[in-house]
Nanobody
Framework: QAHFVESGGGLVQPGGALRLSCTAA????????VAWYRQPPGKQREVVAD???????TYQDSVKGRFTISRDNAKDTVYLQMNNVEPDETGIYYC????????WGPGTQVTVSS
């Protein structure tokens, strides 16, 4: 069972950029699909993007053209490049397998505010 650890969050102004990272030991050693999830304050967690073992991405419509998900299997790491961020994208960002319902990491807080 992978233990995901997220990093890279912080305070960013609207229109700014952040790069999130997620690591889990051995993540690049077996076939899997990893997703970035977002949980806004007071709301449920939702999928933002996911990436297959081979690097094929899928995005939520609202982030297409602005966010890029990628992975480096040699480093057991998945990234989320967030460009032109918007205030309603504030929340805690988690990574986990797609369709996961347990074993969540601590997440990383992203606050989009001027």
């Amino acid at each position: 069972q992978a233990h995901f650890v997220e990093s890279g969050g912080g305070l960013v102004q609207p229109g700014g950029a952040l790069r999130l990272s997620c690591t889990a030991a051995g993540l690049g050693s077996y076939i899997n699909v990893v997703a970035w999830y977002r949980q806004p304050p007071g709301k449920q967690r939702e999928v933002v993007a996911d990436v297959s073992f081979g690097g094929a991405p899928t995005y939520q419509d609202s982030v297409k053209g602005r966010f890029t998900i990628s992975r480096d299997n040699a480093k057991d790491t998945v990234y989320l490049q967030m460009n032109n961020v918007e205030p309603d994208e504030t929340g805690i960002y988690y990574c986990n397998y797609i369709l996961a319902d347990r074993d969540w990491g601590p997440g990383t807080q992203v606050t989009v505010s001027s």
